[in-house]
Nanobody
Framework: QVQLVESGGGLVQPGGSLTLSCAASGSFFSINVMGWYRQAPGKQRELVATITSGGMTNYADSLEGRFTISRDNAKNTVYLQMNSLKPEDAAVYYC???????????????WGQGTQVTVSS
């Protein structure tokens, strides 16, 4: 069983910054890709950013370089530094991890419960 627990969401003014964290816990062999997705009201869940265990990153084009994803493999934790936040960034942000339960097993994806980010003056 794997649990992903997000933290760091909240209310921020336009132009402000927030850092989200997501820690994975439980019993597993390894985590390959970890990432962040978001879902605004009435919209589909969309990719924000991903990072591999080796540090390779991928970002949604729409972010325009405002967000930075990072990871601490020793802590099984992924972070999302969000700068220059805009009202359109407001959404529930979900952590995702691609986890291999045992050596040689097929990886499967897990989701966190989500953390709300509100951008408003």
């Amino acid at each position: 069983q794997v649990q992903l627990v997000e933290s760091g969401g909240g209310l921020v003014q336009p132009g402000g910054s927030l850092t989200l964290s997501c820690a994975a816990s439980g019993s597993f062999f390894s985590i390959n890709v970890m990432g962040w997705y978001r879902q605004a009201p009435g919209k589909q869940r969309e990719l924000v950013a991903t990072i591999t265990s080796g540090g390779m990153t991928n970002y949604a084009d729409s972010l325009e370089g405002r967000f930075t994803i990072s990871r601490d493999n020793a802590k099984n934790t992924v972070y999302l530094q969000m700068n220059s936040l805009k009202p359109e960034d407001a959404a529930v942000y979900y952590c995702n991890a691609n986890v291999k339960p045992r050596w040689g097993s097929t990886p499967r994806g897990y989701w966190g419960q989500g953390t709300q980010v509100t951008v408003s003056s």
